[in-house]
Structures are given as C-alpha cells and as structure tokens.
RNA sequence: GGCGCAUUGGUCUAGCGGCCCAGGACGCCUCCCUCUCAAGGAGGAGAUCACGGGUUCGAAUCCCGUAUGCGCUACCA
C-alpha cells in the first residue's frame, strides 16, 4: 500500500519569509460540491498569481460526520479541474508532501498538537476547563431562547474558586476547554472583500476549543494551524465571517500575529440558499460524469464571483493566473447558473481539436447510458475520428454524444411510415422518391458527399419535390431522426452498404 | 429573536460622483444563412440601479434609515 511514513517538519522551512500562503482546508464530509471546489480554486489562484504556496489541509476534526472516501473525492475534484497544491496529501493517498505537515487535523491531534496549544491558553488564564454537561447545556439555551434571551453559554465553569476548580478536576466527568471571551470591547478587523468588520465581544460566548473526545473544534484547530503553517491570507466563504472575531480574539491570546482574510461570497441554489443536496446535482464529479469539461467548469466557476472587466468571459486557467486579483472579487452570493455552464461548455467543445473531443468522448459512447448494447465495444476509433466533425458544433456535454451519434453505430432505428412522409407528399410519393434515390445512390461511381449531393439534388428537380422533401425523407429513412448533420456528409460517414439497406428497409415500411 | 454581510434586467456581471434615462454575457423572441438540427450573423423584449431620506451644481456610485435576502447564533465545519 503506502510507503514508509513521511517525515514531518523536515527542511526547507522558510520562516522569516514574505511569500503569499494560503490554504484550501476542507472537512472531509461528503462529496465537494462547486462551492467548495470554488473557494479552492479562489485560493489557488491567487497563489498562482502570487508565486506563493497553495496548501491542502484536511480539517477531519468531527469524528460522526467523517466520511469514508470523502478526502479522494476532495483530491480527485482539484486533480480533475487542474488545480494542483504544494503542500498536503498526495494525490495517490499515500503520504503528503510539505515541511509544515501533518496536513491532516487529526494525525496533528494525535501528535497532541492542540492539546498543548489549548493548555497554554489555560495556563495563560485565556481558556478554562468546563464539565457542564450537554443537558444543562441544552436546557440552558432553551430557557434563554424562552426567554428571549441570545443563546449562548452561561459561563457557569468560568470562574471557579480553587476549590471548585480541584473538585473539577477529580471528578472524572466529561471535560472541554472553553475560551474565556472578553467581556467587554469590540473586536474588529480588516476584510480583504468587505474592509473594517466589527463584533460586540459581549456577545460572544465561551466558545469550545477542545471537545470531550479530545479533538479541537475547528476554531483552535484552524488558528493553531494556519499560524504554524505561516498562512499569509485566509480566503474562505463567506460564512466564516461571524466566526472571524473568535480567530482574532485568538490570536490575540496567542500573542499572534493574524494572518489577513477574504471572505468569499457565496454559491448559491436557484432559491437562494446555501447550497445542499435539496438544490440537485451540486457536487463537482456529477459535473464530470454529466460530461462537462474541466476547462469549461474552471472558467465558469471562477466568474462566479470574479470578473475581470465588462466584457471578458473566457479565460484559460493561466490567463485566469495572470489577471486574478481579490480586489476584483464581488461580495454577493452567485446562483449556480447551469445553463450558462452548458453554453461554455459547447464553447470549449467546439474549440477543441476534433482527435481531443473523439478521445473525450469514447467513455461516454462505451460507459453505461451511452451507445445501445448491440452496439460492441470497444468502438472504432476510425470510425469515431469521422463521425466527430460532424457532431462537435452540435455537442454541448460530452454525455449527449451518444443521442447524437446512435445512428451511426445502431441498426436499431425503426423508421414510422409517418415521420417518413414530408409535409406536402403522401406515402406513395415519399416511397416513389426513396426508390429514385435508392437507384441514384446505387449507380454512384464515388461515395462522398459532394457526388450524393450532386445526384440528389438533381434529382429533387427531376421528381419535382423540394429538396426539403426529399432530403427530409431520406434523412429520416437513413437515420431515424428528424435532425441530424448535414445530410451528405452523413451519407457519405454512413458508408454506402448501410444507407441503402436502411433506405431499402424504409421504402419498404411505406409499401405496407 | 440577536449579530453580521449583502441588495444593478430571470441568471452571472461591468460600473468605484458627471462618459450611464446603465454596458457585456447566458437564457428568451424575430430575422438572415440553410436539406433538418446546430453553429454563425443581424436585430429585439427585459432594470423607476430594493425603497425612503439626506450630502452634492450633479448619485447606481457617498451617508443615514427602512425593507428584503442570506449567513452565523453547536462539544459541525
């Protein structure tokens, strides 16, 4: 499985420096939806544009929502859009790379980490010991809630007398450190996105910095690292922002200095709430297996939020490096826009070489819910290599391609008498003309389309149809469907044998 | 309820005091191209810049209030 373990904190450390840090730390508890992977890509950005570091750290401090495969989903999400991190877990799952590691939460609490930072806190009389228990805890915040009262906790452990605080300690029971908020004062600091922020410290409570179970909640955790990570910028969502007094007010206690934060607006769900599993596909894989493309979903994902001007919208990702700037990010929340994600999509489709898209595209043609059964894999790629051309300006996710291309591959069309009969003709004229063209085709000299064209379209003349009539017949009796790629060229991918079987078969339909 | 943040067409956004009775894009509609569908081209509908007060010669842009939305208010992150 995975090699030796990896060495922490070994060299290379450069401490005394000015280089931009900033960091993409995730819990791992569930699949990342495109908020997520936006704040990643926020951040990665500006590293990117920064030459500084982009961290991935693992914040799997909630031991009951931990969740099994979450931590390769975070990775493989980043991986597939292209964004890659200096420092963290490797990609393989096996060790991690970076001289500040572990970049995991919980093996830095088993190192007892947080344990020695939450007791310097205590023994610098900024934190306290606190045995009350969930019930009082509850009952407490439902009697303040009746009350009318802001909830939050009563400071019961806060001042213990000597006594008090010994009989604490022998007691046995479940015990948290708290974080002794000031009293009075306001806390306030600098926001990147939103400048001077301001929080009355009488309303904050004690907030928990160690859990019973000995893990640190996320605002210990999250101070402790980024400082002994020298993070140099917090850029995160927006609804961190509440929380942001808590960190600074810990730093202070530290004697720390704060690193500067941003914080994002918000992806939101079409009703404009934070987005969840109740908003459909949200998480950044079902994008992938809906068949968009990673180019197309980084720059969509980096205009939700961003812009550059009035008027650019595509962007590589390394022009999206050389202009990306936190001065230039918005502070509202963006709804997740799908359709416009489909219309970039088709752009990057249509832009790509056409070798590139026939690639792209094979795993959806031969993966479940692709080209019918009878159809056998693997598919012929030479035969993709023609088709291609001629769906790329009409694909828009790579998951349409095999509605798109089916009747290429597929027998299994049943042409109906009555799509068959074009407007103005009845069913003897449409068999009449099918026969015709059966016989021109038949007497081709050459199989391509300028010749199919060519004898086609005399034909129309000669049976005095519209060329909409008859191409309209045969499209359908050679493909089964209304709306195809210009019928020659199709024709001509077809190959002569399969054409004239299926017009064979359609004239025949219309003869019952 | 309290606190915080936000508020430009359905959606993403430009705008940081006069160039804006508001520009671009997606979507929608019409037309052109055309063998269908796309793609492409040309037009169009759609915003009293949330509302009300100020400040200013002048406000989408600054200030205050209100409303609305969202976020936070856990031994979750």
Redesign the pocket.
Same mark, same amino acid.
Not at 238 to 243: D, G, I, Q, V
Not at 330 to 335: D, N, S
């Given at each position: 499985m995975c090699g030796p373990a990896p060495r922490w904190a070994a060299g290379n450390r450069r401490s005394m420096s000015t280089a931009v840090r900033v960091r993409y730390?995730p819990?791992p508890?569930g699949i990342p939806h495109v908020g997520n992977i936006r704040t990643a890509l926020f951040n990665w950005l500006f590293a990117r544009h920064m030459g500084g570091s982009f961290i991935v750290r693992i914040?799997d401090?909630?031991q009951a929502?931990k969740v099994d495969g979450a931590v390769e989903a975070i990775l493989e999400s980043l991986a597939w859009l292209g964004i890659d991190w200096d420092e963290g877990p490797e990609r393989d799952g096996c060790g991690e790379r970076g001289a500040y590691g572990s970049y995991f939460q919980s093996r830095r609490k088993e190192e007892g980490l947080y344990d020695r930072y939450a007791r310097q806190l205590v023994n610098g009389g900024h934190a306290y010991v606190c045995d009350?228990?969930?019930e009082r805890?509850d009952s407490m915040?439902e009697a303040q809630r009746a009350a009318?009262q802001?909830?939050?906790?009563d400071r019961r452990c806060r001042n213990l007398a000597a006594q008090a605080r010994a009989a604490q300690a022998a007691n046995g029971s479940?015990k948290?450190v708290r974080f002794k908020v000031p009293e009075s004062g306001d806390t306030s600091f600098h926001d990147l996105i939103?400048d001077e922020?301001?929080?009355?410290n009488d *309303?904050l409570d004690d907030?928990?910095l160690l $859990?019973?179970?000995g893990?640190p909640?996320?605002h210990l955790a999250n101070v402790v690292d980024d400082h002994l990570m020298e993070v140099t910028h917090v850029m995160r969502a927006?609804?961190?922002?509440?929380?942001t007094p808590r960190h600074v007010l810990l730093y202070d206690a530290f004697g720390w200095t704060p690193p500067l934060f941003a914080h994002l607006?918000?992806i939101?769900g079409s009703?404009?709430?934070?987005l969840s599993k109740r908003h459909g596909a949200t998480s950044l894989l079902e994008y992938r297996d809906e068949g968009f493309l990673p180019e197309a979903m980084l720059n969509f994902l980096a *205009?939700?939020?961003w812009?550059l001007?009035? $008027?650019t919208?595509k962007f590589t990702s390394d022009e999206l490096i050389k202009h990306f700037a936190i001065e230039?990010i918005?502070?509202?929340?963006?709804?997740f826009?799908k359709?416009?994600l489909e219309?970039f999509n088709?752009?990057y489709v249509?832009q790509m070489p056409a070798t590139g898209l026939a690639r792209r595209m094979t795993p959806f043609l031969e993966g479940k819910g692709g080209l019918p059964a009878d159809v056998s894999r693997p598919i012929d790629q030479a035969y993709l290599s023609r088709i291609v051309p001629l769906v790329q300006?009409?694909v828009k996710r790579l998951d349409e391609a095999a509605e798109l291309t089916g009747f290429f591959f597929s027998d299994g069309i049943a042409p109906q008498a009555a799509d068959l009969v074009q407007k103005g003709m009845d069913g003897a004229a449409t068999r009449g003309a099918l026969e015709a063209a059966l016989a021109r085709m038949e007497a081709l000299a050459a199989w391509d389309a300028p010749a199919l064209e060519q004898a086609l379209r005399a034909l129309a003349g000669e049976l005095q149809v519209k060329?909409?009539q008859l191409?309209?017949a045969l499209?359908f009796a050679a493909t089964g469907s209304?709306?195809?790629?210009?019928?020659?060229d199709t024709l001509a991918v077809l190959g002569r044998e399969r054409v004239l079987r299926r017009v064979r078969r359609a004239a025949q339909a219309l003869a019952a």
């Open positions: 730390a819990s508890t914040e401090t909630d929502r009350c228990t969930t805890l915040r009318g802001p909830p939050g906790y479940p948290v939103r922020v301001s929080f009355q *309303l907030f928990v $859990k019973s179970d893990f909640t996320y927006e609804e961190w922002l509440s929380s607006p918000m939101l009703d404009r709430s934070k *205009l939700l939020g812009s001007d009035d $008027k919208e230039r918005g502070k509202t929340g963006a709804i826009n359709e416009k219309w088709g752009v249509r300006e009409r060329t909409g191409f309209g499209r209304k709306a195809t790629p210009p019928l020659f």
